[in-house]
Nanobody, 126 residues
Framework: QVQLIESGGGLVQAGGSLRLSCAASGRTFSTYDMAWFRQAPGLEREFVAAIPRSGSIMNYADSVKGRFTISRDNAKNAAILQMNSLKPEDTAVYYC???????????????????WGQGTQVTVSS
């Protein structure tokens, strides 16, 4: 099992940046695919970005491409989401997720992940 704790959320003006971190417990972090999802009030949870256990090919939602970057540091058991050029529509609770995803399963599917953090609030003011 793995426990996930997000940090780095907060209030920022449009055009600003935030760096979210996901700290994972356990010694098997490197075997997990990682992802970030977000959920705005009244809306369903949506995919933001994913990085495989190999750290090779990242996936991004169209709405964040070119602005957000996902990375991982297996030595520190951490996944990072660097968010630049933030927009008010990026306001949401951001969740870190971990799972062991089969190659045939899209990494944008929330159901593919077994472990979730408690979330961190990101608010972007206009």
């Amino acid at each position: 099992q793995v426990q996930l704790i997000e940090s780095g959320g907060g209030l920022v003006q449009a055009g600003g940046s935030l760096r979210l971190s996901c700290a994972a417990s356990g010694r098997t972090f490197s075997t997990y695919d990682m992802a970030w999802f977000r959920q705005a009030p009244g809306l369903e949870r949506e995919f933001v970005a994913a990085i495989p256990r190999s750290g090779s090919i990242m996936n991004y939602a169209d709405s964040v491409k070119g602005r957000f970057t996902i990375s991982r540091d297996n030595a520190k058991n951490a996944a990072i989401l660097q968010m630049n050029s933030l927009k008010p529509e990026d306001t949401a609770v951001y969740y870190c997720a971990a799972g062991i995803i089969q190659y045939t399963v899209p990494r944008s599917r929330a159901q593919a992940y077994n472990y979730w953090g408690q979330g961190t609030q990101v608010t972007v003011s206009s």
